[in-house]
């Protein structure tokens, strides 16, 4: 099968801010998913999105399936950019389509869907303005984060704020740096969860990943970062915490997560993979953070092929699951 794999690859760039590229890709990742689907007996093109003529590739080089990291360029919506440009062409993609990834990327409207669902999400409110009156049923702690950014982008320890004139310091620091509207929402204190879906002939939920952060006290950051994220596992600056897969949950608990997290991979429309984070409060209720489409695939560090290990799979495999998944799709026309 001839297959283009359409990702962003990681810059540097110090006119920009620290974490601007943290979304896109290694080439760690790259190479890792274009040896996977080779080992497969699949024909790989790499193609940057960034660099590419995109219609004029896919113009050009037909291929029977993209297969699909590209975090997009820019804009509002710009984890869709590359699937709805292959919509246009008819090309079929791994991963969900156009809506679910302008809609996940946008977590305040995700959130409105979660309520509606019924699913546990923290209280929050949007500040477009920054001057907004904040909405007395909140209760501090309070955590402020860019409304539409991932990878943690935007977040340190000191976005969990316990006054009204610490919050709306950072609101309006968030709204400087990121040029978008913050979102307020509670600060959970409990348990950091993180749980995958893969579809691959049904819909699996994956081994529950816990993030233990006890051990991070020289950073004071007891929640996931980007710090976190970018530096996890040195010691000097105290970033080191504990992964347990699966999760240290009793049998309950651990069916009401599943049963939140596919919940939440429906509402959102999800196609082939998706990981949901989520915050386990001190009295056992999973509060949903946010849903990622576009989970990372680094074999190494990111959390899903984690997951993925736990389950007893081997990463060439995960790659192809998530294949043959959106082949199936293709079938049914979803």
Not at 103 to 109: E, G, Y
């Amino acid at each position: 099968m001839k297959i283009a794999l359409a990702y962003n690859l990681k810059e540097k760039d110090d006119t920009k801010p620290a974490d601007y590229f943290s979304e896109f890709d290694s080439d760690e990742t790259i190479n890792s998913i274009i040896s996977a689907l080779r080992k497969k007996g699949h024909s790989i093109d790499a193609v940057d999105v960034g660099r590419e003529d995109i219609f004029s590739y896919f113009r050009k080089n037909r291929v029977d399936m993209v297969f699909n990291i590209a975090e997009g360029k820019a804009g509002k919506f710009r984890e869709s950019e590359i699937p709805a440009i292959l919509d246009y062409l008819n090309i079929p993609y791994t991963g969900s389509n156009t809506f679910s990834l302008a809609l996940a990327l946008n977590k305040a409207l995700t959130k409105k869907i979660l309520v509606a669902e019924d699913i546990p999400t923290p209280r929050f409110q949007v500040f477009v303005k920054g001057n907004e009156e904040l909405n007395p049923d909140l209760k501090f702690p309070l955590i402020v984060k860019p409304n539409r950014e991932g990878s943690a982008k935007g977040i340190n320890l000191s976005n969990v704020v316990t006054s009204e004139e610490g919050l709306f310091k950072k609101i309006k620091e968030i709204r400087n740096i990121y040029k978008q509207e913050a979102l307020v929402e509670e600060f959970i204190d409990g348990k950091e969860l993180t749980v995958g879906v893969l579809e691959n002939g049904k819909t699996t939920v994956l081994p529950i990943l816990e993030i233990d952060f006890s051990s991070c006290g020289k950073s004071g950051e007891y929640f996931y970062s980007w710090r976190m994220k970018e530096y996890q596992g040195d010691s000097e600056l105290g970033l080191t915490p504990t992964f347990h897969c699966p999760a240290r949950l009793d049998n309950q608990t651990e069916a009401r997560i599943q049963e939140v997290v596919l919940k939440t991979h429906r509402a959102v429309g999800c196609f082939d993979i998706s990981r949901t984070d989520i915050r386990l409060s001190k009295d056992n209720i999973p509060y949903v953070l946010e849903i990622n489409p576009l989970p990372g695939l680094n074999p190494t560090e990111s959390n899903f092929p984690i997951m993925a290990y736990a389950a007893g799979m081997q990463y060439d495999d995960l790659i192809e699951a998530i294949l043959i998944s959106a082949l199936e799709r293709r079938k049914g026309i979803n």
